[in-house]
């Protein structure tokens, strides 16, 4: 029992402590210049992640949860992604399918609504490993799916199937931003175009993502001083959604993304601590 009322008052100082990080905010995050280089490379990767590269996105969550820790660092994220959206949604607007953004997004609302559920009670030293899961979970399931497609492309458009993924795309963006991967994958099952693709991700993810932002400024992961460290490098998220623009016509996503999986399951490994 007391063990029980420990943890919730630790809980209410953590509560408290964010809030007031809005009466007297911290300033930018001060970062030696090496860990500038690699958070201007994180946010470079944003932005062509939002270009269509999905198998992308999971590495600015790498890269910000070694920055900032796993928990603190959802909210940095999250800010970056909006800006990406936006220029993403201005740049393949005309490509959405808005039928399939209709379905999908009353069941993420809900997985959201969950994860900031879980996220209330999950300490740093439990969201780190937790967060490094996801990403594994995700890239294991990416790696399947890019090896075995035929068996994605005839799951049926079924109400459950999109509820299912959209739940879990929810969850997984609210406590980890990376829901990429699970969204590539509907899209995949219900056969979309690159094209389409891509416009559809834009205004999908731009309308979940800003629904976001008030779950993180209660839990106070969004604060003066993270966003100015978002406003430091959102040239870089223009920079790389242009550069990923060029690249989707002119590369080979599968080779590409194969490369950049293999990468990604090393480092989840590592964030969950097994070397």
Known sequence: MLRNAKARGDR??????????WNSPPPMPELPATQWLLALLAAFGVGVAKSGFAGLSMVHVLVFAFLFGARDSTGVVLPMLIIGDICAVCAFRQHARWDYIRKMLPPAMLGV???????????????????????????TLQLFRMSRPQLFEHVPH???????????????TMLANAAGPIMALYFLAVALPKMEFVG???????????????????????????LLFNAALAPAIIVGLFVGRWLVVRISQRLFDAFLLAFVAIAALRLIGLF
């Open 158 to 172: 079924a109400l459950w199937f999109a509820w299912m993924m959209g739940l879990l795309a929810g969850v997984t």
């Open 113 to 139: 609504v969950g994860g900031w559920l879980v996220m209330r009670w999950l300490s740093e030293a439990a969201f780190k490993p937790v967060t490094g899961g996801i990403i594994l979970a995700l890239t």
């Open 200 to 226: 559809t991700s834009a205004w999908f993810f731009l309308i979940l993502n800003c629904a976001k932002v008030p779950f993180s400024v209660e839990l106070g992961l969004i604060h003066p001083g993270t």
């Open 12 to 21: 209410r100082l953590k509560l408290a402590a964010g809030k007031s990080r």
